[in-house]
């Protein structure tokens, strides 16, 4: 019998996070996330005056009776946001289980990790839609409607396979045609594509979405342990390139690796978005409870 994604102790241990996001958009209503939209909901926002053709019932009598005037109560509404979680599903996603002690392969960790934030949305009554990707946007799975969903959710997730290659440019431009409508994008990723990822990411900030871009990394993949002459292959694309790699080389590639992330937490910040980085070799709650929760991409309710 293979071994679940996650385990039913881990989720009850999510119960009480909840995901954030600092913009307000608009969705269906009955979540849990306070907008400064006002409509319908029980926390008091404001008031404003009455207009002809207003309904009574929001008139705020006690104020009439004091100011002789007519205004009406508006309440915080409370939508449920659409939160869109991406899986990068590239073939350089199934690497990165190096490290002291190892880690998982990054595809194994993101899912598993996409799994748990797709757990704390549904405990809020937020609407989930968990997308794969590497070069296109295969057809995803939508969960709602509270924590009994997660279970097909999680079946999805274990269902997915690493293949192909990355290009951020086809899926935004795919992504920003077929959905209108703005949320919170979290994006499961290690960010590499050779054409460059920073600039649909931006334009999908631009398009009204926030981010919260969560790298995943192998340890090989900032620091590898790898020494001597030796034959490096592209795991998508396939070509090969021959090269010493010395312990300058490695110091190098590491400061090189640290600038790349630098920059990704420079686009998230830029448009109130956020970033964080994590090594497989990391425990998945150290990242939810730690990492996570710091940046201000998940918080304890």
């Not at 954030?20 to 907008?35: E, M």
């Given at each position: ?9 881990t989720l009850e241990r999510l119960e009480r996070l909840a995901l954030r996001w600092q913009k307000s958009f608009i969705g269906l209503f009955g979540g849990h996330n306070p907008s400064r939209f006002p409509g319908p909901g029980q926390e008091f926002l404001d008031h404003r005056h009455f ?251």
């Amino acid at each position: 019998m293979p071994k679940p994604l996650l385990e039913r102790q881990t989720l009850e241990r999510l119960e009480r996070l909840a995901l954030r996001w600092q913009k307000s958009f608009i969705g269906l209503f009955g979540g849990h996330n306070p907008s400064r939209f006002p409509g319908p909901g029980q926390e008091f926002l404001d008031h404003r005056h009455f207009h002809i053709g207003d309904d009574l019932r929001g008139v705020n009598w006690h104020a009439y009776m004091r100011l002789e005037r007519l205004f009406l109560k508006m309440f915080q509404v409370e939508p449920r946001v659409p939160v869109r979680i991406f899986v990068d599903t590239s073939e350089s996603m199934a690497c990165g289980t190096g490290g002291t002690p190892p880690g998982d392969a990054k595809f194994t960790y993101a899912c598993r990790l996409a799994g748990m934030l797709c757990y704390v949305g549904l405990v809020r009554l937020d609407t989930i839609v968990l997308q794969p990707f590497s070069d296109r946007l295969p057809e995803g799975y939508t969960a709602q409607g509270g924590r009994h969903r997660v279970a097909p959710a999680l079946e999805f997730l274990t269902e997915l396979e690493t293949g192909g290659r990355s290009n951020f440019r086809a899926v935004v431009r795919q992504f920003i045609s077929g959905n209108p409508a703005r949320g919170l994008a979290v994006v499961l990723s290690d960010f590499l594509d050779e054409a460059g990822c920073e600039g649909p990411l931006q334009q999908m900030a631009d398009f009204g979405h926030e981010l919260l871009l969560v790298h995943v990394a192998g340890e090989d993949d900032r620091r590898p342990s790898w020494r001597g002459e030796l034959e490096l292959v592209d795991a998508e694309s396939g070509e090969a390139q021959r090269m010493e790699v010395d312990r300058r080389a490695v110091e190098e590639h590491a400061a090189a690796y640290d600038e790349f992330c630098a920059e990704m937490e420079r686009l998230a910040l830029r448009n109130r978005g956020r970033y964080v980085s994590l090594m497989t070799s990391s425990p998945l709650e150290n990242a939810i409870f730690g990492s996570l929760v710091a940046s201000g991409g998940m918080g304890l309710r």
